[in-house]
């Protein structure tokens, strides 16, 4: 009798320590549904445009390629003319970057390889998964990109200044952005916070 006495605060306790268990397993059940579900709400590739965009200009127009960076580390055109992109353009850039996202662009002008020129020389080529620089619907280059990271419309975000490349990209089911004054950490997080709702 006395040894059954004794095993029943044992058996409470180990019962207790079992309830524990599940309990724990079952919290880190719905963590892992959480974490889940805050993935699925997070957009897969960025894409952005690049005139009046990322730079407050018209690469074919309103400067003049080729370009090439000083000693100084400026970047200047043909005519030795400053160059430069929006401010908050490359920090936006980086820490989407760090964060995973696949970042993505998607340009209409007829300069591609100053364009291109620009990216490298601005410090931004290794960001960049993919790039669509060509004359041409928007909705071509959104339809390359998806295809190239294998994801579908509604997995990405397109920033764009002209309203007929957001409407034509928004048509196809990417959430799209109008930029009136350049990439910025709020336009961005906007963005971000519009997609979560979209999704959630």
Known sequence: MTDLLKAGPDRT????????????????????????????????????????????????????????KTSNGTVVDSSGTTIKHYPEVPEVLDGLHKQGYLLAVASRTGEIEGARQLIDLFGWKHLFSHEEIYPGSKTKHVANIKNAFGVEYRDMIFFDDEG??????????????????GVTKAVVEDALSQYSKRKG
Request: charged share 20%; aromatic share 14%; with cysteine.
């Open 164 to 181: 007929r490349n957001i409407r034509d990209v928004g048509e196809l089911g990417v959430l799209s952005i109008m930029v009136r004054n």
């Open 13 to 68: 306790k180990s019962t207790r320590i079992v309830q524990q268990c599940c309990q724990s397993n079952f919290y880190q059940f719905l963590f892992l549904i959480f974490c889940e579900k805050m993935a699925n709400v997070k957009p897969k590739v960025l894409i952005f445009d690049l005139d009046y965009t990322l730079w407050p200009f018209w690469v074919d127009t309103h400067v003049n390629p080729p370009f090439r």
